[in-house]
């Protein structure tokens, strides 16, 4: 039951975030952006024919498409959260029977629904495309994104996720339009790049150094969950009927 009332919540927030031209189409672009780049920047090392940046390719590939299928989550959280009180939707929502469990997982789903789906299809459309352009270029198949590209995305995709909605919940507060909340959930999503340049600084002879990639994607990872961690602790204390209607 708790679910069913959170689904129509999720829902609700979705469409009223779909129904806002600028997100409909950021998230167009998001999602498929990432995962285009992706196969644009392996095939293009390929044509070269330079192994060297085969590689660093490659390792950008993951942070890409774990990139671009976080931004839709800042965009919706942002329009559900902070619209609300833009649109002078958050006193009716207020006023509703639904519980601060219900209100709140209706939130979060509305989010995370869809950058998951946004997640696992891009991967696996960057790989599915990847191999069949492989195919017709007489080159051996590969797993684009490599297994450290896979522990980035879906080990530290989900996580920045929900942070990215708990900051929301934290700025909601402080900001009066949406678009001052993208410009904060931006910081969030910034982690990403760590795996893209730190472990550029230890490349050795031309090649990255496995053992400096690795690191950077178990340090985004425990970041993620980290900054995932500390942001709930601190929403879950303002996610209340008693602080929110302070906003209306």
Do not use: H
Request: charged share 10%.
């Amino acid at each position: 039951m708790v679910l069913e009332k959170s689904m129509v919540v999720a829902k609700t927030d979705l469409k009223m975030a779909l129904d806002v031209r600028y997100v409909k189409y950021s998230m167009v672009v998001a999602g498929g952006f990432g995962p285009v780049m992706a196969i644009l920047m392996v095939v293009s090392s390929l044509l070269l024919g330079i192994p060297e940046l085969l590689s660093i390719m490659v390792l950008y590939a993951s942070s890409l498409i774990g990139l671009f299928a976080i931004m839709p989550a800042s965009l919706i959280a942002a329009n559900a959260l902070v619209g609300e009180k833009e649109q002078r939707t958050l006193e009716p929502l207020l006023c509703t029977p639904l519980s601060d469990k219900e209100l709140l997982m209706g939130k979060v789903l509305s989010s995370l629904i869809p950058s998951m789906v946004m997640i696992i299809v891009g991967t696996f459309a960057t790989m599915i495309a990847a191999n069949i352009t492989l195919l017709f270029l007489n080159e051996p198949f590969m797993i684009i994104p490599d297994i450290s590209g896979l522990v980035l995305i879906f080990g530290a995709g989900p996580p920045m996720v929900l942070a990215v909605i708990a900051v929301m919940i934290l700025i909601s507060g402080k900001v009066t339009r949406v678009y001052e909340a993208y410009q904060a959930s931006g910081s969030v999503i910034i982690l990403f790049l760590i795996p893209m340049f730190l472990p550029l600084a230890s490349m050795q002879n031309e090649m990255l150094n496995p053992e400096a990639v690795w690191f950077s994607v178990l340090l985004t990872v425990l970041l993620g969950v980290s900054l995932m961690v500390i942001t709930w602790l601190i929403a879950f204390t303002r996610f209340n009927r008693n602080n929110m209607v302070q906003l209306v």
